[in-house]
């Protein structure tokens, strides 16, 4: 009875910390104010985000594989013109073969010489790593695969060749899969093409941000479906970054973010890698995410729970902004300022909706894919 009378005292003292009376004087002390966010916000450095994407765009993916494994096929079958040297004979290729693909260059490495394979992991932004299905996963494939996954190398493993190989290729992928402790095999042929569209290039742009905006820009087809993954990253960050106890640390963290987001998806829809829409697009929206801004520094004065809270008025304000810029650049920047506003409003509000506070799990965007009727705004 007496620590059932404390605890009841405990809670009466938690409920005194956090009323709209001691919220409003917490607001009040706190200088995250709408000027000082627009501050934040004209402090942002765009032009070193545009260098950085500018750089990221230069990317490299490095084709990694034994010999015969049907590295040049598939780099020929990729770049749609014959540029490698094709040959039955093992070690044909003798050194990197670079070859321009979009904005970025694919590197064929020879297979027998670990030196080059280890230069060009290094170099690359991504790893497309082939084994060939009819001879199996081999003791080289296997080590090379744990020193990927020892690694931070963004890879992909395809299984090639598959055209040649009779049963079910899904369960030959699952079986190599299991073998080398990676999460997904792809199956595919280089030679026929079968399945490199369906599903190797959408593994490829969810590797990491930097391999979705090469793909992304290069391949129309894949634009949403990369730059949801560009959403989906920087949602991540911005929870991270909501998370943290101390108010208005993580604005400049937040503002950052999401600019580079927005930068990236322009850079995605093959805009040029500039600050005139983007200011534009973002600026209609500011009021929108100052708010949100400020919501998020009170709620990291709440005495329990508050971070969550936080980290989900971030994540939120994260995704809409991403979701309301890949609509921008769908409709041809077409869209008034009633419009994104309106979209914003109703992206966020589905965000909050599908991942309450209460909920245990982290608050993750939903899938990637079209975005939903109803959001809000003109169709």
Request: charged share 20%.
């Amino acid at each position: 009875m007496a620590q059932r009378r404390k605890n009841e005292k405990l809670g009466d003292r938690v409920k005194g910390l956090f009323t709209l009376s001691s919220a409003l004087s917490l607001l009040a002390g706190v200088p995250s104010n709408l000027a000082t966010i627009r501050k934040f916000m004209s402090a942002v450095d765009w032009r070193a985000a545009q260098e950085e994407i500018a750089g990221d765009l230069e990317g490299k993916i490095a084709i990694i594989g034994m010999p015969n494994s049907g590295k040049s096929t598939l780099f020929n079958t990729l770049e749609g013109k014959y540029r490698s040297f094709v040959s039955s004979e093992a070690g044909a290729t003798t050194g990197f073969v670079r070859g321009a693909f979009g904005p970025f260059a694919l590197i064929d490495t020879p297979g027998h010489l670990r030196s080059l394979q280890d230069e060009a992991i290094q170099e690359s932004t991504a790893v497309l790593y082939l084994i060939d299905a009819t001879q199996g996963v081999r003791p080289r494939d296997a080590e090379i695969i744990q020193r990927l996954l020892d690694g931070e190398k963004p890879f992909v493993v395809a299984l090639n060749k598959c055209d040649l190989v009779p049963g079910d290729v899904d369960e030959a992928a699952a079986r190599v899969a299991a073998r080398l402790h990676v999460t997904d095999v792809t199956p595919i042929s280089a030679q026929t093409g079968d399945n490199v569209a369906e599903e190797l290039i959408p593994a490829l742009i969810n590797t990491s941000p930097e391999t979705a905006l090469m793909l992304g820009r290069l391949l129309p087809e894949y634009r949403r479906k990369a730059a949801n993954k560009l959403v989906r990253a920087a949602t991540l960050v911005s929870l991270a970054a909501g998370l943290q106890p101390i108010p208005l640390v993580d604005i400049p963290i937040l503002l950052s973010n999401q600019v580079r987001m927005t930068l990236r998806i322009a850079a995605v829809y093959g805009e040029p890698v500039s600050a005139q829409h983007l200011r534009e697009l973002v600026a209609t929206v500011t009021g929108g995410l100052a708010m949100r801004y400020l919501a998020e520094e009170v709620a990291k004065m709440a005495p329990f729970g508050g971070d969550l809270i936080s980290g989900a008025i971030a994540a939120g304000g994260t995704y809409a902004l991403g979701q309301v810029a890949i609509e921008y650049f769908e409709r041809g920047k077409q869209l008034s300022s009633k419009q994104i506003n309106d979209l914003f409003k109703g992206y966020y509000r589905r965000y909050r909706e599908e991942h309450p506070v209460e909920k245990s799990a982290p608050a993750l965007p939903p899938p990637s894919g079209p975005a939903a009727t109803d959001v809000g705004g003109e169709a």
